[in-house]
């Protein structure tokens, strides 16, 4: 919602409720005795606030986008069940509100998808996928060939602990502390929303504790977002490696992040 200013938030935020209750047939929310000749469609304003646990009054305004109202993170996950949102839409409604989603938690630490996994497998340079706390979740061959020490065998999965604790990613990684600074600036952006995560907090927590390098990158404060770019690799058996990073953001799952390392002969043929 880049660029919207408050009081566009709000009629936004009112629109979209009273869109989803017209929408929505009594009998679909659970209503009995609904099924009354009506002369608007939908729900109405005050059957909403019943089954979101909110006064007519109080709901009314928020449709009205009335600019004293403040709408809770508990009160809007009711109105997500009244309305019976889907995925999507209960994301856009917390984004509209400004609030974080307390059901976001569960849903990001989802199985992966098997078409997802599949896709995956079936790309012929390295690729792997993160989860929010860019522990691998699903990576290919050829993938597992080049990250000696971190996709291969039995090592730890987590992207970090690789980085700064494993001794042979100094020796795989060109330009290592260039690259460690810059991941390390880019983890921080990319976990300021989930800060109350107490796996997250362990995992920054750990990582201070044994790597002074991590403390020293993490207490700058830089903030970095994710960027493409060249990669070169030492490698133990296949020497010098140069790769081109695209990265991209499976479709509804914004916890999830596929990197594709694009070399030579991995092109369309």
């Not at 856009?92 to 976001?104: I, K, N, Q, S, V």
């Not at 990158?217 to 133990?236: N, T």
């Not at 058996?237 to 390392?261: I, K, N, S």
């Amino acid at each position: 919602m880049t660029g919207m200013s408050e009081a566009d938030r709000r009629r936004e935020l009112g629109g979209f409720l009273r869109a989803r209750r017209e929408a929505l047939s009594p009998a679909a929310a659970g209503l009995h005795g609904g099924g009354a000749r009506r002369r608007t469609p939908g729900l109405r304003r005050e059957e909403v606030a019943q089954l979101g646990g909110l006064s007519v009054t109080w709901y009314t305004w928020i449709e009205q986008g009335r600019r004293d109202v403040s709408v809770s993170a508990a009160a809007l996950d009711r109105l997500a069940g009244a309305l019976r949102l889907d995925r999507a839409g209960r994301a856009y409604l917390f984004e509209l509100a400004g609030r974080r989603d307390p059901e976001a938690g569960a849903a990001e630490d989802a199985a992966v998808p098997e078409a997802v996994l599949a896709a995956v497998a079936a790309i012929a340079c390295p690729a792997y996928l993160l989860d929010r706390r860019w522990t691998a979740r699903a990576w290919n061959a050829a993938a597992a060939r080049l990250f000696t020490g971190w996709l291969d065998g039995a090592a730890d999965r987590n992207l970090l602990r690789f980085l700064f604790l494993a001794p042979g990613a100094r020796g795989l990684i060109v330009d290592w502390e260039g690259r460690a600074r810059r991941v390390a600036a880019e983890f921080h952006a990319a976990c300021g929303p989930h800060l109350d995560d107490p796996a997250l907090r362990a995992l920054v927590g750990e990582l201070r504790r044994r790597s002074g390098d991590f403390a020293r990158f993490w207490d700058a404060y830089g903030v970095l977002g994710r960027e493409g770019g060249m990669r070169s690799f030492r490698h133990p058996e296949q020497g010098l490696l140069h790769y081109e990073q695209v990265t991209f953001e499976p479709a509804g799952r914004p916890d999830l992040t596929l990197t594709m390392l694009i070399g030579p002969g991995t092109g369309p043929g």
